[in-house]
């Protein structure tokens, strides 16, 4: 449990800090009932959404399908909540149909090429739950963009190598302050902060405007002779229609 411990402080850390600065009315989190991750979080109404009962939940339902209505939620939590889902798409479509535009979705995950990514594929950290499968940053960046978000901020966490031991994990401390440093190279955990873009959409109103007249029939000032020819071609025209209905 100590290595468990010590990725949820770290991740906790991060989501305190973060959703500090997220305001609104509705805040939504998905998984890990143990962790208060919205405590720091100024949004009045808060909800905590998990597939099985725990003291915090608030709501029971799937990630795939959250009972929110469309463009009602200011800023979504999910920590490894992608690893641990059936359809992980259908997860990140449901958070963006009930995010606001401009709306917060914060999601944290294993990095599957790192020391802590090969003991999670390898069945050997059992802390966390089952990881059904574990995704890069950079597919979930793509995944993120097709669908509407802008990451605004990523970066790794948990640099220290993932060893079951307290005290271990205390004497590699000088790695987590190294890691700041290493532009995230040696993080077991990333971090992706994604806003919800919605392209400002402005109704077109249909502009009448009366057709032009033919050229011929135009009456310019200062061409009387070409007015009074004009008019003597309509007159010859009018008086060359009633002769043929008259002959009809």
């Excluded at 208060?36 to 399908?65: G, H, V, W």
């Amino acid at each position: 449990m100590a290595l468990g411990q010590y990725i949820a402080q770290h991740e906790a850390a991060l989501y305190a800090q973060t959703v500090a600065d997220v305001f609104g009315f509705h805040a939504l989190q998905i998984g890990w009932p143990a962790y208060d991750l919205l405590e720091s979080c100024r949004i009045p109404y808060k909800f905590s959404l998990q597939q099985m009962a725990s003291p915090n939940t608030s709501l029971l339902s799937e990630s795939e399908y959250l009972p929110f209505a469309e463009h009602s939620v200011d800023l979504v939590c999910m920590p490894h909540v992608l690893e641990q889902c059936a359809d992980p798409q259908q997860t990140l479509r449901e958070a963006f149909r009930v995010l606001l535009p401009e709306g917060t979705l914060i999601l944290t995950g294993i990095c599957p090429f790192s020391y802590l990514g090969i003991r999670a594929r390898f069945g050997q950290f059992k802390q966390a739950g089952e990881f059904r499968r574990l995704f890069t940053a950079w597919r979930l960046r793509d995944w993120l963009n097709v669908l509407g978000f802008e990451v605004v901020q990523s970066g790794r966490l948990v640099h220290a190598l993932p060893v079951n031991d307290p005290v271990w994990l205390a004497r590699q401390s000088w790695l987590e302050r190294w890691g700041k440093h290493s532009c995230g190279a040696t993080g077991g955990v990333y971090f992706l902060i994604a806003k919800k873009r919605v392209l400002n959409v402005r109704l077109l109103k249909p502009e009448w405007k009366k057709l032009p007249l033919n050229p011929a029939l135009q009456v310019r000032k200062g061409h009387s002779g070409m007015q009074k020819h004009t008019q003597k071609q309509l007159e010859c025209a009018d008086v060359k229609s009633t002769m043929d209905r008259n002959v009809r």
